[in-house]
């Protein structure tokens, strides 16, 4: 249930690796030292939010974890899960010295967590067949949600929304960059008509790793539950390049990089767009898939996607990047989180006036963000729907490259216009025993 920090292989600066980067200083500098817990008397223990963590990998350990222990005015860690004992033993170690206690339970199920009627809200951050299932189980057990992009099917999204609707619950898609200035500002620029009217966005996703993965099977390591790792997925064999970090590049678990990071850009396309709650109408791509080896997602990709307002929105690899071309210029970054590049000066410098579109965000980043909407009960700046709609577009160009022909979608409807193969290829896969989705 957790997210393996080394293995990347991309051209640019790599998001992870940022995010690294920005936790090590965190830890080094920014993160907080170890505080009594008197200094903070002045809070009622009662107003903190309880937190359990589920997932406790690379990412949920060396990113959510420590963003919420920076936020401990706000919210409490209580308790720690994943399905590797070393990970989770660290990580429980983590909360405990920051704490300073040793109050911190760890246990192997999340849904010992979930049954827990002290624990407000849960962090999920394992790998993505497990999203979209632990967070309805979550919702309908009164806990309010954020989790790690994206989902595994674009019918999953919808049963995630019904359900979190239907249960009031604040449900946080869990990526930072509405809260990064450089991503927010393009897309106030773009919305507020400073390139004149939005043509063509151009969306760089990183390349794959170049090595295909070892199928090879191996022992399963002691420290490891292989069957909770698996979970609802269909039962294989373990080995070290299915696990952790590489299950990105595995249908049965992900939807390769384009989910990984289209989860990204696509939302800022579509934030910039304002179709954040609806989607393209058409789409069609190339691309190749891994041979030879473990891993059987999209490897190279070329991706069209056609909006009804007439916005064209290409994808292809290389450097993360994201343009938005307009009659009256261009503004967009090269390189993750790259400084804004515009086609004049005017538009680089223009100012969002007071009675313009000023978009939803919050500076102090998505965790905050989330914390702060339990309180409120209203939704956080990446909401579950708009989530969805953001998975919808990742799902919908692996489906176009799968089956090598353009296809009509309807956003409305959220179903391919008379195309059965491809709509069956959005429906929820068949969940191993005893895991089940109630549709």
């Not at 200083?25 to 200094?39: D, K, Q, R, W």
Request: glycine letters at 8%.
């Amino acid at each position: 249930m957790s997210g393996r920090d080394t293995g990347e292989t991309m051209q640019a600066i790599s998001r992870r690796r940022f995010l690294r980067w920005t936790a090590t200083a965190a830890g080094l500098a920014a993160f907080p030292t170890l505080v009594p817990e008197s200094v903070f008397a002045a809070i009622p223990p009662s107003e903190r939010i309880n937190v359990g963590f589920i997932g406790v990998g690379g990412h949920g350990l060396g990113w959510n974890l420590r963003r919420y222990l920076m936020l401990r005015e706000m919210a409490v860690v209580r308790i720690v899960c994943d399905v590797d004992r070393q990970r989770m033993e660290r990580a429980r170690n983590t909360v405990n010295e920051q704490y300073g206690n040793r109050d911190c339970e760890m246990t192997g199920d999340f849904r010992e967590i979930l049954a827990r009627p002290d624990i407000d809200a849960v962090m999920i951050s394992t790998p993505d067949h497990w999203h979209t299932l632990i967070s309805v189980m979550a919702v309908r057990a009164g806990k309010d949600v954020q989790c790690e992009k994206p989902t595994l099917s674009i019918d999953e999204g919808k049963v995630l929304i019904r359900e979190v609707r239907r249960f009031g619950r604040v449900f946080q898609t869990s990526t930072e960059d509405r809260s990064v200035p450089v991503y927010h500002r393009m897309a106030e620029l773009v919305r507020n008509g400073r390139i004149g009217r939005l043509q063509r966005i151009e969306v760089i996703l990183p390349k794959q790793p170049d090595r295909p993965g070892d199928p090879t099977p191996q022992p399963v390591p002691p420290w490891l539950d292989w069957e909770m790792w698996l979970g609802p997925a269909p039962w294989a064999p373990y080995c070290p390049d299915r696990v952790h970090f590489n299950f990105r590049w595995i249908q049965d678990y992900s939807g390769g990089i384009i989910c990984d990071w289209g989860t990204h850009l696509f939302d800022t396309a579509q934030w910039a767009n304002d179709t954040e709650r609806s989607g393209p109408v058409e789409i069609e791509g190339t691309g190749t898939f891994w041979e030879g080896g473990l891993y059987n997602t999209v490897k190279d990709y070329d991706v069209t996607f056609r909006y009804a307002n007439g916005v064209v929105m290409t994808c292809k690899p290389g450097n993360p990047s994201i343009r938005f071309i307009g009659t009256d210029g261009w503004v967009g970054n090269t390189g993750w989180r790259g400084p804004l590049q515009a086609s004049s000066k005017k538009i680089l410098e223009s100012r969002i006036e007071p009675g313009e579109i000023h978009l939803y965000t919050n500076p102090q980043g998505e965790h905050h963000d989330f914390l702060q909407c339990v309180r409120s009960r209203k939704d956080p700046y990446f909401p579950v729907d708009v989530g969805h709609r953001v998975s919808t577009v990742c799902h919908l160009a692996n489906i176009a490259i799968k089956l090598g022909r353009k296809l009509r979608w309807d956003p409305d409807k959220e179903e391919f216009i008379d195309d059965e193969e491809a709509n069956r290829l959005r429906r929820i896969p068949p969940m191993r025993k005893p895991w089940v989705l109630e549709t």
